[in-house]
């Protein structure tokens, strides 16, 4: 059963900082695009960032400039580092891993953003 584990969610204020981490076996982050979805309530959900296995990354361009997501080969681990947050961050944050056969998910984490 493959297994991506997310964790660094949670409550900030706007114009703070969260680290997002997924960590999942050295078979899938090896061999897929590592990426992180977004969905808000009555939201579809929405790429905010991925990175290929090379290291390219994409950005949606409602974050760029105030996140960066890296892969840390080591560690089988991608992050999302959100700076800059605003209350339109918030959502459930989804690790994701595909190629082009196969696409799967992690649970998600909460990330709320608010005073």
């Known amino acids: 059963q493959v297994q991506l584990v997310e964790s660094g969610g949670g409550l900030v204020q706007p114009g703070g900082s969260l680290r997002l981490s997924c960590i999942t076996s050295r078979n899938i982050f090896s061999m897929h695009v590592m990426g992180w979805y977004r969905q808000a309530p009555g939201k579809q959900r929405e790429l905010v960032a991925d990175i290929t296995i090379g290291g390219s990354p994409t950005y949606a361009d409602s974050v760029k400039g105030r996140f960066t997501i890296s892969r840390d080969n080591a560690k089988n681990t991608v992050y999302l580092q959100m700076n800059s947050l605003k209350p339109e961050d918030t959502a459930i944050y989804y690790c994701?891993?595909?190629?082009?056969?196969?696409?799967?998910w992690g649970q998600g984490t909460q990330v709320t953003v608010s005073s």
């Open positions: 994701n891993a595909q190629n082009i056969l196969y696409q799967y």
